[in-house]
């Protein structure tokens, strides 16, 4: 077995190389070659099968021939197809030669269906009528082609049956569909002026074609382009500096308001509510506040923001927000707005009395603090913001700044202090440079319980828990008079009004009205009190804590006065007391009960018997204010809300 095994090298026999030339000539194709190294001809068949599958010259030309002329060109290719399917090399390079003229472009074409008119190139197909995408707007850059395949049901759809025309209009295509879409958006959000110039421009026109005598009564229409629209985060206040500086539509004097205002009358009131703030604030709103000149609202609270609302009941979007300023870790406490005066006081001379020199610019500013060391006054004018953290030689006595009020002439600045050794005091700062002025002490247990300015601006009125009263003349630096509250139990607030009625040597208040605790609210008449001033009485020296020697009523004010009308309407604290400018009424109300509100008229002292009613919404008041001369009552809540009435008489 073994001797019969070829190894893998050993050749093989002859017979089987013999056989693989055979088999190899027997699976050649007898059609591939002829012996002589020529060609097989083709066939009639075989060569119509070629020209259907592959195309033939003239068929290419005719097709070149046929799309030129489709397309407009002029300098079509005028190839002449040759005599029979052989053409002559020379024929073919004249073919080349032309066709090298010919773009890459136009060689070509992409067949994407039958088309009506005949061209194969493609092209972006107009808006159908010729129609923008919006009215007056510019055409679509770009349109898709499938909107015009899809079709949508107006009918079936309950949310689309508004997009329809008429009642029996069902199917529509998807460009039609999609420009509803946008018309109803539209129609839902209107462009702002802001954002369509043309408009803007045409708005501008014609407040300029106004009469002068129109823009009072437009005053309430919807704010212009001019609106200011500030960031919470920006402190800039240029858009708003240019609103109070030129804007017409907003200047509204409290002078012209009282003068067209008719005088209120007694027990009945013509009061009617108006729309609303808009939104509700993150928390109980605690001090309201109106623009002496301008119809704007002051607001702040705990949540430390500070929001400013143009007055506009009639327009489009009502009492718009104008700004708003967030102090973080700061629970504002009270706000105000300092009222615009030409003066700066100064204390150059030497019988160290106040002195006015003219301002060189009156500015717009706002002064706000919380229970902290410092309080922060905000320059709407150059959107600065200014803290003041200490009080040079007096900071002991005046450890938190919460409680302030400024004076009707914006000179001056009045703080409550923290200490109560001996009574209470009340310091007195310059409003322009923050500067120490005087300090007035009240005797008694409790510290001070409230105060208020005169009328004129140059002297305070500053009320003790126990009901003691200091008459305080800030020209002078003396306490002229001195008297205790009838009743003298818990007072909680104190109000002045009534300006230029009432003595010149107390400010020309008329009207005093004291709260307290029991709910009672004293109308005090200083008409009947003679002047608190004495001639010839020297200023005390040192810290400008004089009592002045009227002390027992030699200044013509009794020490224990009568109230002309007691007011027993409310029946929990009394928190907050307020007079219209012109001294014809003062509102009174308690946050310590639901709707706890009365209006009192003056000089009747009687409270109206119409207004508020039950179905009044007022909650637990917060909050009061009565601006743009009396004509405008502003009530905000614990929940946040400023509700707003008109007083028309």
């Known amino acids: 077995m073994q001797g019969t095994r070829r190894g893998r090298g050993e050749r093989r026999p002859k017979k089987t190389q013999q056989l693989i030339p055979l088999i190899q000539d027997e699976l050649s194709d007898p059609f591939d070659a002829s012996e002589d190294g020529h060609s097989v001809e083709k066939d009639n068949t075989e060569l119509e099968l070629e020209k259907l599958v592959f195309g033939d010259d003239v068929g290419f030309r005719e097709g070149l021939r046929s799309y ?105 295509n998807g460009r039609e569909y999609a420009k509803r879409l946008r018309q109803q958006f539209e129609r839902l959000y209107p462009v702002p002026e802001w954002a369509n110039p043309a408009a803007s421009k045409r708005s501008t026109s014609k407040r300029k074609r106004r009469k002068p005598s129109d823009t009072a009564s437009r005053s309430d229409e919807s704010s212009s382009a001019d609106d200011m629209s500030v960031d919470s985060d920006d402190l800039s206040a240029q858009p708003l500096a240019k609103l109070l500086q030129s804007t017409d539509s907003l200047t509204l004097t409290a002078t012209s308001t009282l003068n067209g205002r008719k005088r209120l009358r007694p027990e009945v009131i013509d009061i009617q509510r108006t729309k609303d703030i808009g939104g509700v604030q993150p928390s109980a709103i605690t001090s309201l506040s109106f623009h002496p000149h301008y119809p704007l609202l002051l607001s702040s609270g705990p949540a430390s923001t500070l929001t400013l609302h143009h007055i506009s009941p009639s327009a489009p979007s009502p ?42 610019s009156p500015k717009t500013r706002i002064f706000f603090s919380s229970r902290r060391r410092y309080f922060h006054i905000w320059d709407l004018t150059t959107g600065t913001i200014q803290k003041v953290s200490r009080i040079y030689g007096h900071a002991h006595e005046q450890r938190t700044m919460e409680r302030f009020k400024l004076s009707p002439n914006g000179t001056h600045m009045a703080l409550v202090g923290s200490s109560r050794k001996g009574g209470g005091t009340v310091n007195v700062l310059d409003a322009h440079t923050c500067q120490w002025v005087a300090q007035v002490r009240v005797e008694g247990r409790g510290g001070v319980a409230d105060f208020d300015w005169w009328g004129d ?22 306490v002229v008079a001195r008297w205790i509250d009838e009743g003298a139990v818990g007072i909680t607030v104190v109000a002045l009004g009534g300006p230029g009625k009432g003595p010149v040597g107390l400010g020309g208040d008329r009207w005093c009205v004291v709260g307290s605790t029991s709910g009672i609210v004293n109308v005090y008449d200083r008409t009947r009190w003679r002047s608190g001033t004495s001639a010839g009485t020297e200023p005390d020296p040192g810290n400008g804590n004089g ?87 502003a009530v905000a809540n614990e929940q946040g809300r400023i509700r707003l009435w008109e007083i028309r008489s």
């Not at 992409?110 to 197909?125: E, K, M, N, V």
């Not at 009395?353 to 003219?358: G, I, N, R, S, V």
């Open 457 to 478: 601006g140059q002297g305070l009125c500053v009320f003790g828990k126990g009901g003691e009263t200091v008459e305080y003349d800030l020209r002078n630096r003396r």
């Open 68 to 172: 030129r002329e489709a397309n407009g060109d002029t300098e079509a290719l005028h190839l002449e197809p040759p005599d029979d399917s052989a053409a002559s090399e020379e024929s073919i390079a004249l073919e080349g030669e032309e066709l090298d003229a010919v773009d890459d472009a136009d060689l070509f074409f992409i067949d994407s269906g039958p088309t009506t008119d005949g061209r194969q190139d493609l092209i972006i197909a107009p808006h159908p009528n010729g129609e923008h995408d919006s009215d007056g707007a510019e055409s679509a850059a770009w349109i898709d082609s499938d909107d015009e395949r899809i079709t949508v049901s107006l009918a079936s759809n309950p949310r689309l049956r508004k997009l329809r025309m008429t009642e029996s209009e069902d199917l529509v």
């Open 319 to 360: 009492n718009p927000t104008l700004t708003t300023l967030h102090i973080r870790g700061t629970p504002l406490t009270t706000s105000a707005f300092c009222p615009i005066s030409s003066p700066l006081p100064t204390t150059d001379s030497p019988s160290n009395a106040l002195t006015t020199t003219p301002s060189p």
């Open 547 to 633: 009592t002045g020697n009227g002390e027992d009523g030699g200044s013509g004010i009794p020490e224990r006065p009568t109230p002309v009308r007691v007011l027993d309407q409310l029946t929990t604290p009394v928190s907050h007391l307020v007079f219209d400018p012109a001294g014809d009424m003062f509102v009174m109300t308690s946050r310590w009960k639901r709707d706890a509100l009365r209006l009192v008229h003056l000089p009747s002292c009687t409270v109206y018997r119409n207004w508020p009613t039950s179905n009044t919404p007022f909650g637990r008041i917060t909050a009061v204010a009565l601006g743009m001369g009396g004509a405008m009552l």
